[in-house]
């Protein structure tokens, strides 16, 4: 199921998209809108792990999805982090009394990626 800028590693399981938070899922597709829009690549390298060397559980309770940097230039990536963190920062997480944020850009390890994240009480409003 690839496209011209969608796809995924093979580990990613396509079923976990099923599982995720809906607010991680609208601002997963609000990404997902920019990089078409911009013709930017977006290669899933994780939703659901988890690994023993997590420092959070956003992974393993589907609250988390990265999504590889690679072919984006500094302008991209800056501009979708303020953007997205300007309209979904209340639904963010991060180290406690500390600004949320609901996207990060970083290397963990594993080389730069975006990191989207929602806390536990994200939920849609009726």
Same mark, same amino acid.
């Given at each position: 199921? @690839? *496209?011209?800028? +969608?796809?995924?590693? *093979?580990? %990613? #399981? =396509?079923? #976990?998209f099923l599982k995720i938070n809906p607010? =991680?899922?609208?601002? +997963? +597709?609000?990404? %997902?809108?920019? @990089?078409?829009?911009?013709? =930017?690549? %977006?290669l899933v390298t994780s939703i659901s792990d988890d690994a023993p060397n997590r420092k959070s559980d956003t992974h393993k309770t589907f609250r988390a999805i990265d999504i590889s940097s690679k072919k984006w230039n500094d302008f991209h990536i800056n501009r979708i982090v303020y953007r997205i963190n300007s309209m979904y920062r209340d639904f963010g997480t991060g180290p406690k009394n500390k600004v949320k944020r609901a996207i990060i850009h970083h290397d963990s390890g594993t080389g730069n990626h975006f990191h989207i994240q929602v806390n536990r009480l994200a939920q849609i409003e009726d």
């Amino acid at each position: 199921m @690839a *496209s011209n800028n +969608f796809n995924y590693k *093979s580990h %990613v #399981d =396509l079923n #976990d998209f099923l599982k995720i938070n809906p607010v =991680l899922g609208i601002i +997963f +597709f609000y990404f %997902v809108g920019y @990089a078409k829009k911009n013709k =930017l690549p %977006v290669l899933v390298t994780s939703i659901s792990d988890d690994a023993p060397n997590r420092k959070s559980d956003t992974h393993k309770t589907f609250r988390a999805i990265d999504i590889s940097s690679k072919k984006w230039n500094d302008f991209h990536i800056n501009r979708i982090v303020y953007r997205i963190n300007s309209m979904y920062r209340d639904f963010g997480t991060g180290p406690k009394n500390k600004v949320k944020r609901a996207i990060i850009h970083h290397d963990s390890g594993t080389g730069n990626h975006f990191h989207i994240q929602v806390n536990r009480l994200a939920q849609i409003e009726d």
